[in-house]
């Protein structure tokens, strides 16, 4: 293979080439119905959605972030509040908890799983505390039977940032039904990907998903009936009916993830480097591919010089984030989650990546040490 040779961070273009006539046949009933808004595939997705993912209800919204904002909002925490959530997840995850007016409150994550500590959340609990917020991060699961128990001792809310985690298993149950409810993410590179934004929230409680419903309509239990200040924020049919397509593929796109990561393994061991830490109680469904290596802006420089494109899943952890400066944290204060931010860097990942493609990237890898 040459240097020349082009590895992109996800391919979505190879992906639409494999689906293509399904999504043309797909969108097309729904431009000739014009139905844009709320049309029959929405309905259709969300059942079909909430039973992938073994939930009674599912909410479509307009992305993962409302996803987050809208069910805090529902479940009535706001001002005054606090919610618990880790340091290193995505910046989403402490702006949906902000919008609210709550103040997101921190916790430092597994210096392996990278998931979130769950021995450093109680200390984390104050009175004032009014859910928590795991994230499985990278496409594992957070250990949730460790986080209900806190949650059921000290009266908590749970909402799962499953954003990253589509199809994920916790001891052989699918994410998304754990907690109150759960927040998943159809932006294109997810692993269950849009062809703009999206989100959903799954849960099976009747009346928080009729809840969710009105919130994402301005607030109306029935047309024009507008009992409190919800939002504008919903999942479009186009977008509903080119979901439906791409979750018939999504388990055997996972499937090769889990091939191209088992490559990634074999290769990375072979020459030196350690894969990332699976947790012992669930799946990975490897959103990204994580590693870490000491010398990581020489490392990263050299791939992109080969053709590699690589990425790097936070470089600045939330409390170091000048937005979040007004939260008061220090340097030093989650001590896994900054080491981490200096070390990791995420190697291409996507259903279409082939052996090929892991080896050119392993032994370009195997070059930079
Ligand atoms: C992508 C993501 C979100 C936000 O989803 P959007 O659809 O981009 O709004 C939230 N949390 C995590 C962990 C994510 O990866």
Same mark, same amino acid.
């Given at each position: ?6 590895i992109?961070?996800v ?11 399904e999504?043309?046949a797909a ?7 014009s139905?844009?808004?709320l049309?029959?595939?929405v309905?259709q ?12 209800? $599912?909410v479509?919204?307009a ?9 805090l $909002? ?5 001002p005054?509040d606090?919610v618990i959530?880790?340091?290193n997840?995505?910046?989403a995850?402490p702006?949906?908890?902000?919008y609210?007016?709550a ?6 994550c ?5 998931q ?5 959340v ?5 009175p004032?505390?009014k859910?928590?917020?795991p ?15 806190i949650?059921?001792r000290h ?7 499953? $954003? ?5 298993e916790?001891?052989?149950k699918r994410?998304?039904a754990?907690?109150?409810?759960a ?7 997810k692993?269950?990907?849009?062809y703009g ?6 849960t099976?409680?009747?009346a928080?998903a009729?809840?969710l419903?009105?919130?994402r309509?301005?607030g ?5 009936h507008?009992?409190f200040?919800?939002?504008n924020s919903?999942l479009?049919?186009m977008?509903?009916?080119?979901l ?9 796109w996972?499937?090769?993830r889990q ?10 061991q072979?020459?030196?480097?350690e894969?990332?830490r ?14 870490q290596?000491a010398?990581r802006a020489?490392?990263?420089?050299q791939l992109t010089?080969a053709?590699v494109?690589?990425?790097i899943?936070?470089?600045i952890?939330?409390?170091l984030?000048k937005?979040y ?7 030093g204060a989650?001590?896994a ?9 995420s190697?291409?990942?996507f259903?279409?990546?082939t052996q ?14």
């Open positions: 293979m040459s240097n020349t040779q082009k992109p961070f391919d979505l273009v190879s992906q639409y080439r494999g689906i293509a006539d999504v043309r969108i097309e009933p729904v431009m000739a119905t139905r844009f808004i049309g029959l595939e309905k997705f969300e059942q079909e959605f909430a039973g992938y993912c073994g939930a009674q209800y $599912c479509g919204v992305s993962g972030t409302d996803a987050l904002y809208l069910t $909002c529902a479940l009535g925490i706001g005054g606090e959530t880790q340091a997840t995505f910046i995850t702006l949906s908890i902000s609210t007016g103040r997101p409150v921190l916790v430092d597994d210096p392996l799983t990278y979130i500590d769950v021995k450093k109680e200390a984390a609990i104050t004032r505390t859910a928590i917020i994230v499985h991060l990278y496409g594992q699961p957070a250990d949730m039977d460790a986080i209900l128990a949650a059921k009266n908590l809310r749970v909402i799962e940032d499953a $954003c990253q985690a589509h199809g994920a916790y001891r052989g994410v998304g754990f907690g109150d409810a927040a998943f993410s159809f932006y294109p590179g692993n269950l990907g849009a934004d999206g989100g959903a929230i799954t099976n409680s009747e928080l009729v809840k419903r009105a919130t309509e301005y109306q239990a029935a047309k024009y507008h009992d200040k919800g939002f919903r479009d049919t977008q509903a009916a080119i439906r397509v791409k979750l018939k593929h999504l388990p055997d996972t499937a090769a091939r191209a990561a088992a490559a990634y393994a074999t290769a990375l072979r020459i030196g480097v894969p990332p699976q947790v012992s109680y669930g799946t990975h469904v490897w959103h990204l591919y994580i590693i290596v010398n020489k490392v990263q420089e010089a053709g494109a690589t990425g899943h936070y470089p952890p939330v409390h984030q937005v400066a007004d939260l008061g944290y220090k340097r989650f001590p989650a900054e080491a981490a931010a200096d070390r990791i860097l190697l291409p990942m259903p279409e990546l090929e493609q892991v080896t050119y990237v392993v032994d370009t890898l195997q070059r930079c040490a």
